[in-house]
């Protein structure tokens, strides 16, 4: 290993000279993990700690109240609490896995497949991403609506299938597989699918991860689909559910608990989701292509 003046360069064990690296990565990672730890902090404070002036960032007198108050209400509500999340967790999973399935898919045909119209594609994909949902709110519906997909599950899913940023992201580690690797699998008989399946997927799967923690959120979040698409109530998600509560319960005091511990249900699935594929999220940003 490299050495400089008879040190070590990147120690394999810890060395007093890494202290100060140390001290910088702390530092940060607890600036990072402070609006994890308030939102958890504010889920149990009671009413009095919640209209504080000036607020806290810490409980000084848990309870969980505001856990009670949530899921009273909902109990009392027409719909089963179930049934918002079960379409939540529908409407996530296939959301997540079509869009991984399109967003590599259409990488990969962009990147390695050649025919007329490919760049201006790849053109429009990066003006899109320029425009934020709002402004395609009324093509979105008037798409949907067209369909005849209002009222559905799938009102929930077809709007936020396309993920201009993924597929970019996506596309930058499909341009990296080196062709003669292409070549060689159809020299070997493969087909573009089999290619695509068995060579370019193993070899993008940190890309595929991030991709799958950015729709994860997209969907998991997403309150615009049963605002906009949906009038039954029974189709509609818990995240649109869980935002409503504080106009519908009629007390907006009592519905600031009860957000603060909505907040928190809605947010520990995608911590949990980020925690499971962190690694391969860490080596796309790390390597920003394949090693």
């Not at 202290?19 to 607890?30: D, M, N, P, Q, S």
């Not at 609490?81 to 898919?105: A, D, E, H, K, P």
């Amino acid at each position: 290993m490299s050495s400089y003046r008879g040190q070590r360069i990147n120690p394999t064990r810890f060395h007093h000279s890494q202290i100060k690296f140390y001290i910088i990565l702390i530092l940060v990672a607890l600036l990072m993990l402070f609006p994890i730890l308030f939102i958890f902090s504010h889920a149990f404070k009671p009413l009095n700690e919640l209209f504080d002036y000036p607020p806290k960032f810490y409980v000084v007198n848990p309870t969980f109240d505001n856990f009670r108050n949530l899921f009273n209400t909902t109990s009392q509500s027409l719909v089963p609490f179930s049934r918002y999340l079960l379409n939540s967790i529908i409407v996530t999973t296939f959301g997540v896995i079509l869009t991984i399935i399109i967003t590599t898919m259409t990488a990969y045909a962009l990147s390695k497949m050649k025919f007329k119209g490919r760049d201006a594609i790849f053109q429009i994909n990066q003006t899109a991403l320029m425009f934020v949902s709002t402004a395609v709110t009324i093509p979105r519906y008037l798409i949907i609506s067209s369909l005849g997909l209002t009222n559905t599950i799938l009102a929930h899913i077809v709007p936020l299938l396309a993920l201009p940023v993924g597929l970019f992201l996506v596309k930058q580690f499909v341009d990296q597989v080196p062709n003669e690797l292409i070549e060689s699998a159809h020299l070997d008989g493969a087909n573009e699918f089999q290619t695509y399946w068995h060579v370019v997927i193993p070899i993008i799967k940190p890309a595929i991860a991030t991709v799958a923690i950015l729709s994860f959120q997209t969907f998991w979040n997403n309150v615009e689909t049963s605002s906009i698409f949906v009038n039954d109530e029974s189709k509609r998600t818990l995240a649109f559910y869980l935002n409503t509560l504080t106009s519908t319960s009629g007390n907006t005091v009592a519905g600031q608990g009860m957000a603060a511990a909505a907040s928190l249900i809605m947010f520990v699935p995608n911590l949990i989701f980020f925690i499971i594929v962190q690694n391969s999220v860490m080596d796309t940003m790390a390597h920003s292509g394949i090693k």
